[in-house]
Protein backbone atom coordinates (compact mmCIF):
# COMPACT_ATOMS: atom_id res chain seq x y z
CA UNK A 1 0.00 0.00 0.00
CA UNK A 2 1.39 3.06 -0.85
CA UNK A 3 0.98 6.40 0.62
CA UNK A 4 -0.90 9.37 -0.66
CA UNK A 5 1.80 11.85 -0.21
CA UNK A 6 -0.12 14.92 -1.61
CA UNK A 7 -2.58 14.36 0.14
CA UNK A 8 -1.02 13.74 3.48
CA UNK A 9 1.30 16.99 2.24
CA UNK A 10 -2.72 18.74 2.03
CA UNK A 11 -3.65 17.95 5.34
CA UNK A 12 -0.18 18.72 7.03
CA UNK A 13 -0.52 22.11 5.58
CA UNK A 14 -4.15 22.93 6.20
CA UNK A 15 -3.27 22.06 9.75
CA UNK A 16 -0.89 24.83 10.86
CA UNK A 17 -2.70 27.77 12.24
CA UNK A 18 -1.87 31.24 11.19
CA UNK A 19 1.42 32.23 12.72
CA UNK A 20 2.91 28.89 11.21
CA UNK A 21 1.94 30.18 7.77
CA UNK A 22 2.95 33.45 8.15
CA UNK A 23 6.42 32.68 9.67
CA UNK A 24 6.46 29.99 6.83
CA UNK A 25 6.62 33.36 4.36
CA UNK A 26 9.67 34.50 6.24
CA UNK A 27 13.03 33.66 3.45
CA UNK A 28 14.44 30.79 4.20
CA UNK A 29 12.47 29.17 7.39
CA UNK A 30 10.78 27.28 5.33
CA UNK A 31 13.37 25.54 3.87
CA UNK A 32 14.85 25.17 8.07
CA UNK A 33 11.19 23.67 9.00
CA UNK A 34 11.69 21.07 6.00
CA UNK A 35 14.90 20.09 7.21
CA UNK A 36 13.55 19.32 10.80
CA UNK A 37 10.88 17.48 9.49
CA UNK A 38 13.11 15.28 7.17
CA UNK A 39 15.45 14.73 10.33
CA UNK A 40 12.34 13.80 12.67
CA UNK A 41 10.99 11.49 9.82
CA UNK A 42 14.25 10.20 9.62
CA UNK A 43 14.49 9.24 13.48
CA UNK A 44 10.69 8.04 13.47
CA UNK A 45 11.42 5.34 10.35
CA UNK A 46 14.96 4.37 11.94
CA UNK A 47 12.66 3.77 15.50
CA UNK A 48 10.19 2.24 13.53
CA UNK A 49 12.13 -0.38 11.74
CA UNK A 50 14.65 -0.78 14.91
CA UNK A 51 11.63 -1.98 16.77
CA UNK A 52 10.57 -4.55 13.81
CA UNK A 53 13.78 -5.82 14.25
CA UNK A 54 13.43 -6.76 17.67
CA UNK A 55 10.82 -8.33 16.62
CA UNK A 56 12.73 -10.79 14.64
CA UNK A 57 14.87 -11.61 17.44
CA UNK A 58 11.92 -13.27 19.54
CA UNK A 59 11.20 -15.13 16.53
CA UNK A 60 14.71 -16.76 16.35
CA UNK A 61 14.69 -17.07 20.24
CA UNK A 62 11.84 -18.86 19.45
CA UNK A 63 13.72 -21.34 17.31
CA UNK A 64 16.49 -21.71 19.61
CA UNK A 65 14.35 -22.69 22.35
CA UNK A 66 12.49 -25.02 19.62
CA UNK A 67 16.05 -26.66 18.91
CA UNK A 68 16.62 -27.19 22.82
CA UNK A 69 13.63 -28.94 23.59
CA UNK A 70 14.58 -31.37 20.32
CA UNK A 71 17.61 -32.01 22.31
CA UNK A 72 19.46 -30.83 18.87
CA UNK A 73 22.04 -28.85 19.31
CA UNK A 74 23.62 -28.70 16.04
CA UNK A 75 21.71 -25.49 14.91
CA UNK A 76 22.47 -23.42 17.99
CA UNK A 77 25.79 -21.53 16.77
CA UNK A 78 23.97 -20.63 13.21
CA UNK A 79 20.70 -19.57 15.06
CA UNK A 80 22.39 -17.34 17.51
CA UNK A 81 24.59 -16.28 14.58
CA UNK A 82 21.76 -14.72 13.08
CA UNK A 83 20.15 -13.26 16.40
CA UNK A 84 23.88 -11.29 16.34
CA UNK A 85 23.15 -10.04 12.80
CA UNK A 86 19.86 -8.81 13.60
CA UNK A 87 21.34 -7.35 16.51
CA UNK A 88 24.07 -5.31 14.42
CA UNK A 89 21.61 -4.08 11.70
CA UNK A 90 19.18 -3.11 14.78
CA UNK A 91 22.21 -0.97 15.99
CA UNK A 92 22.89 0.03 12.60
CA UNK A 93 18.73 1.60 12.33
CA UNK A 94 18.23 2.54 15.80
CA UNK A 95 21.42 4.50 16.42
CA UNK A 96 22.84 5.75 12.56
CA UNK A 97 23.33 9.68 13.04
CA UNK A 98 21.81 11.17 9.12
CA UNK A 99 23.04 14.59 8.07
CA UNK A 100 23.42 15.98 11.91
CA UNK A 101 26.44 18.35 10.96
CA UNK A 102 24.39 19.35 7.86
CA UNK A 103 21.73 21.02 9.55
CA UNK A 104 23.12 24.62 9.46
CA UNK A 105 23.43 24.12 5.51
CA UNK A 106 21.56 26.30 3.31
CA UNK A 107 20.20 23.56 1.10
CA UNK A 108 16.56 23.68 1.19
CA UNK A 109 15.25 19.87 0.02
CA UNK A 110 12.65 20.25 -2.69
CA UNK A 111 9.36 18.73 -2.85
CA UNK A 112 10.34 16.19 -5.27
CA UNK A 113 13.57 15.32 -2.76
CA UNK A 114 11.32 15.01 0.08
CA UNK A 115 8.84 13.23 -1.85
CA UNK A 116 11.64 10.27 -2.56
CA UNK A 117 12.97 10.18 1.16
CA UNK A 118 9.20 9.38 2.01
CA UNK A 119 8.78 7.01 -0.32
CA UNK A 120 11.70 5.34 0.33
CA UNK A 121 11.08 5.53 4.20
CA UNK A 122 7.33 3.97 2.78
CA UNK A 123 9.40 1.21 1.20
CA UNK A 124 11.75 0.37 4.12
CA UNK A 125 8.77 -0.19 6.81
CA UNK A 126 7.48 -2.41 4.01
CA UNK A 127 10.50 -4.25 3.47
CA UNK A 128 11.02 -4.30 8.05
CA UNK A 129 7.53 -5.97 7.85
CA UNK A 130 8.60 -8.58 4.95
CA UNK A 131 11.57 -9.45 6.99
CA UNK A 132 9.88 -9.98 10.04
CA UNK A 133 7.64 -12.42 8.46
CA UNK A 134 9.94 -14.31 7.25
CA UNK A 135 11.65 -14.78 9.61
CA UNK A 136 8.57 -15.84 11.50
CA UNK A 137 8.63 -18.77 9.44
CA UNK A 138 12.27 -19.78 11.35
CA UNK A 139 10.34 -20.45 14.05
CA UNK A 140 8.21 -23.17 12.86
CA UNK A 141 11.07 -24.52 10.20
CA UNK A 142 11.14 -28.11 10.99
CA UNK A 143 13.02 -29.74 8.41
CA UNK A 144 15.89 -28.10 6.44
CA UNK A 145 16.85 -25.63 9.41
CA UNK A 146 20.51 -24.76 7.66
CA UNK A 147 18.91 -23.60 4.39
CA UNK A 148 16.13 -21.74 6.09
CA UNK A 149 18.94 -20.09 8.44
CA UNK A 150 21.17 -19.59 5.27
CA UNK A 151 18.17 -18.27 3.98
CA UNK A 152 17.26 -15.60 6.67
CA UNK A 153 20.90 -14.56 6.88
CA UNK A 154 20.47 -13.40 3.02
CA UNK A 155 17.73 -11.60 3.64
CA UNK A 156 18.88 -9.88 6.58
CA UNK A 157 21.94 -8.93 4.65
CA UNK A 158 20.00 -7.89 2.01
CA UNK A 159 18.06 -5.34 4.29
CA UNK A 160 20.70 -3.61 5.72
CA UNK A 161 22.09 -3.39 1.81
CA UNK A 162 18.94 -1.33 1.62
CA UNK A 163 19.06 0.68 4.61
CA UNK A 164 22.47 1.97 3.62
CA UNK A 165 21.30 2.84 -0.15
CA UNK A 166 18.55 4.56 2.77
CA UNK A 167 21.20 6.46 4.06
CA UNK A 168 22.34 7.92 0.85
CA UNK A 169 19.29 9.04 -0.06
CA UNK A 170 18.48 11.03 3.21
CA UNK A 171 22.61 12.62 2.67
CA UNK A 172 21.79 13.62 -0.80
CA UNK A 173 18.70 15.60 -0.05
CA UNK A 174 19.99 17.34 2.89
Known amino acids: MQPDLE ?17 DKLPGY ?26 CKKYVDEAIRGEIKKGSMAHLADLESVNLLIEKVHKKC ?3 EFGRSASSSKVTPSSEEMTRVIEFDWRMIARADELEAEIAKLSVAQ ?32
Open 7 to 23: NLKKRAGESKDLVDRLI
Open 30 to 55: AGYVEKGELYESDRVVRSFVAAKLLE
Open 94 to 96: AYA
Open 143 to 174: ENLPAEIERVRKLISDFERDFDQRKTIVLEVI
